[in-house]
Each structure stands twice: as C-alpha cells, then as structure tokens.
T-cell receptor
Framework: DGGITQSPKYLFRKEGQNVTLSCEQNLNHDAMYWYRQDPGQGLRLIYYSQIVNDFQKGDIAEGYSVSREKKESFPLTVTSAQKNPTAFYLC??????????????FGAGSRLTVL | GQQVMQIPQYQHVQEGEDFTTYCNSSTTLSNIQWYKQRPGGHPVFLIQLVKSGEVKKQKRLTFQFGEAKKNSSLHITATQTTDVGTYFCIGNNNDMRFGAGTRLTVKP
C-alpha cells in the first residue's frame, strides 16, 4: 500500500540535543511538507520541498533544518537552536500538478518531548 | 501566502444538532480543500471544491464554494460523536498553509 511513514512515533530528547525525524513516502509525490502542531492549535508550516534538492522555509523554520536528496525522503532535524521543540510533527506529501491538484496525504506524526 | 480565515474556532454541540464552519478569503481562490483531524490523529483529506458555486455532499456533510470563490462552508447535519475533531480548510497555493481550524466537540 502506498503511504507516508514517519518515525519515530514518540521521541524524547534532552535539551541541547539535535534530533532527526524521518519521513518516507512511496506515493511518487513530488512535493513534501513538514508541519508543527502544538496542543489545541492548528498546523504551522516549517519547511516544504516541491522537487528533489530544493526546499523553502515556511513560517517557523528557525531552529529546524531539512534535506531532500531523494524524492521519497524528507527528514527534519530539530536543532538545539529551537527553543521550544516539544510538539507534534506532521509530514505530508502531495502530487504537483495543475492548480487545484495538490491534495495532501499525511503521515501519522511524530510526537517529540524535550525533557 | 494568501490568508484564509476560519470561524468559529471552537464549536460544542449536542449530538443530533447541526454544525457549520466557514472559511473566508480576501482573495479569489482557485480551489479549496477540507480536511478532518480526529483527536490524536493526523489530518485526512475530505474534499476539494473547484467551481464557483459548487456544492458537494458526503452523507451528512455538505460542502459549498461561494460564487466569488472567496468563501466556503462545511455543514454537518445531525452531528454524531464520530464527527468530533478539528476541521481545516485550505485555499490552494504552492505552499499549503493551514488556518487554525474549527474544533468540534459533540456531547452525547
């Protein structure tokens, strides 16, 4: 079955440590996205990539980094520079097409807790 | 990116009551999409509207796209506890930014 796999599902980190969240899709989608969601809040865009080897900052990119070396993979690194990293992180992908063709498919999410 | 505002932010209803959430944009949208996120889950695509004045139904859910393509609504008839969750709309653009959503709670 095609889909998006995020790992780990739960992650605990000590302050000052970097952590990388994995996102893999086998949907052959061109575009991939990372969102952050705090309790009771909406989704905020961290980074997105519309094609391999290219990505753009979203609204809250500070303290995060990404890479897009392969079409299937879009890992997110939460660096020690991110002051409040405890959150639910969602990865999504979409097929790039004509206007109106970008429907998002989400992974199950990774819940990061900083101790 | 373009801003799509969604209201209300929260809605609490008694089971069996109707529910409506609205999305409004200051600019014309090429299309609008609706997603639902159950508590503890991830957003799931519900529907996409493209045409001016379009109305689509999914069982008890009715989706509308305004004539000017600047607003949209999602109406649920006779809510059930399975409708609980947060409903998001997103006006299509290249960077797929979500609004705050409307969180629906249903009292049995």
């Amino acid at each position: 079955d095609g889909g998006i796999t995020q790992s780990p599902k739960y992650l605990f980190r000590k302050e000052g440590q970097n952590v990388t969240l994995s996102c893999e899709q086998n949907l052959n989608h061109d575009a991939m996205y990372w969102y952050r969601q705090d309790p009771g809040q909406g989704l905020r865009l961290i980074y997105y990539s519309q094609i391999v080897n290219d990505f753009q900052k979203g609204d809250i990119a500070e303290g995060y980094s990404v890479s897009r070396e392969k079409k299937e993979s879009f890992p997110l690194t939460v660096t020690s520079a991110q002051k409040n990293p405890t959150a639910f992180y969602l990865c999504a992908s979409s097929s790039r097409g004509a206007s109106g063709a970008n429907v998002l498919t989400f992974g199950a999410g990774s819940r990061l807790t900083v101790l | 990116g373009q801003q799509v505002m969604q209201i209300p932010q929260y809605q609490h209803v008694q089971e069996g009551e109707d529910f409506t959430t609205y999305c409004n944009s200051s600019t014309t949208l090429s299309n609008i999409q609706w997603y639902k996120q159950r508590p503890g889950g991830h957003p799931v695509f519900l529907i996409q509207l493209v045409k001016s004045g379009e109305v689509k139904k999914q069982k008890r859910l009715t989706f509308q796209f305004g004539e000017a393509k600047k607003n949209s609504s999602l109406h649920i008839t006779a809510t059930q506890t399975t409708d609980v969750g947060t409903y998001f709309c997103i006006g299509n653009n290249n960077d797929m930014r979500f609004g705050a959503g409307t969180r629906l709670t249903v009292k049995p």
